[in-house]
């Protein structure tokens, strides 16, 4: 069953990018309903989770309040530059910094929780670094595509720091709390900063698609926080690295975008980097 936590949380992190995109390329829809819609459906799905499942609400203390904010504030952030990266032409030429999510993620996790620490994950880490360097090299981007990529940046390094403060946060609270505390904190922190002017800009198509990328997101944030939980930073980070080729196969086939050659040989790539990785002892 834990196996199909990691399966989850890549298909769903994956489904999440590609309905956003849509949105974005036949909506023309802006980041900040963007966000408060997608944050809006995240926080529903999350509670109602947690009433059909009936977990028990969380003790409350100090520590696990102060991690919450640390995760709320970290995800809002990372969030408003996911959002703003959109910008990027296409959904490919975002995916050389999304690749490198999971690998900055699980250095961190790596130097940060010793008794993950395996030398194959390391070097397989290390190659992924090098995997993301090249397409990155090899990727000519005009300035609409540039002022994209910046922004997913910023996001990129926020985002991995959050699966080790999950790690720590897990052992205080289950992890259907975390993922409905954090998206209802984005989505007062969204409503508060990055509020939108008309409600008359929440057009159906728009909202619809917000429906379906804040489902994908509520599975990928339930899984992705259960696959920590049982395999810890490192390993989870390292099968999220599968999520390249799924993307790619979406921007070819779903997005109607040109993939690239390198594109391809870098999500291989990292695929065999993840297959030798898990089957070496």
């Not at 802006?30 to 028990?56: A, E």
């Not at 790690?167 to 992890?175: I, M, V």
Request: hydrophobic share 55%.
């Amino acid at each position: 069953m834990n196996f199909f936590y990691l399966l989850l949380s890549t298909l769903g992190e994956s489904g999440g990018y590609v309905f956003d995109r849509l949105n974005f390329k036949r909506n023309r829809i802006g980041f900040r309903q963007l966000m408060f819609l997608s944050f809006l459906g995240m926080s529903i799905f999350l509670w109602l989770f947690i009433w059909l499942t009936g977990v028990s609400f969380p003790h409350f203390s100090l520590v696990p309040l102060g991690l919450l904010v640390l995760i709320i504030g970290f995800s809002f952030g990372g969030n408003v530059f996911d959002a703003l990266s959109l910008k990027a032409d296409d959904l490919s030429l975002r995916e050389p910094l999304i690749d490198f999510y999971p690998i900055l993620a699980g250095l961190m996790g790596y130097i940060i929780f010793p008794n993950e620490r395996k030398s194959v994950y390391l070097w397989a880490f290390v190659a992924g670094t090098m995997v993301v360097w090249w397409g990155m090299h090899r990727i000519k981007l005009r300035r609409i595509q540039k002022k994209g990529i910046g922004y997913l940046l910023f996001g990129t390094i926020l985002y991995a720091i959050l699966p080790s403060l999950y790690k720590e946060a897990l052992d205080y609270l289950s992890p259907a709390y975390i993922a409905a505390l954090r998206a209802g904190g984005i989505l007062i922190l969204t409503s508060l900063f990055l509020p939108f002017k008309s409600i008359r800009s929440l057009t159906p198509p728009r909202v619809w698609y917000c429906i379906l990328s804040s489902l994908s997101c509520s599975i990928a944030a339930i899984t992705g926080l259960y696959a920590i939980r049982a395999f810890g930073v490192v390993v989870t980070m390292l099968f999220l690295m599968l999520g390249p080729a799924l993307r790619y196969l979406a921007g070819q086939f779903i997005l109607h975008e040109k993939v690239r050659k390198s594109e391809v040989m870098s999500s291989v790539m990292l695929t065999l980097i993840v297959a030798v990785a898990a089957f070496a002892r």
